[in-house]
């Protein structure tokens, strides 16, 4: 099931307010290499974010996780306790969680194969995935880019 540009830009009208400035309590790995962003905000009902890269992203009220690993325990210790404002690069099926008082970027690529990428300052930090895709690379230290645009606010 993976998300068009349309259906993502709908979600993210309908959900933003309730993500927006909630505290990342932990991060979980979940199916399909995905993440789940467990979030605090009083007056959220639905409390976990489910980032599926490659398909899909949603708000759950039940997290479905399984054993953590090296890359999830990263993202703990870099976002962990921070608050959250989520937003959506240009038209593009990608999905940007900043953070408070941090240079730092989670990246979701919803469009196959999918690919979750952290920032700092623009520079890719580290990634679950590394790879060379032709038109763009995916590797530490090198500028974030999406085929000819990039993230350069």
Known sequence: ???????????????KEKINNAKIKTIHRTYKKGIIIELFKP???KKYL????????????TKLK???DSF????????????IIINILDFERIVIIEVSNS???????????GNIIVLDNNIIEY???YKD?????????????????????
């Not at 099931?1 to 959900?15: A, C, G, S």
């Not at 489910?50 to 009220?61: A, H």
């Not at 895709?133 to 085929?147: A, D």
């Open 127 to 129: 990634a679950q995935t």
């Open 133 to 153: 895709y032709g038109v763009r690379k995916v590797f530490k230290g090198l500028e974030y880019q999406v085929t000819l645009m990039n993230l350069k606010k």
């Open 66 to 68: 399984i054993k953590t």
């Open 50 to 61: 489910y980032l599926i890269p490659g398909e899909v992203i949603f708000l759950s009220n």
């Open 1 to 15: 099931m993976q998300l068009n540009i349309y259906e993502l830009l709908k979600w993210l009208e309908e959900n």
């Open 72 to 83: 999830v325990m990263k993202l703990r210790k870099d976002f962990s306790g921070k608050n």
């Open 43 to 45: 007056s959220l009902e």
């Open 103 to 113: 240079d730092k970027k989670i990246i979701v690529e919803l469009f196959p194969p």
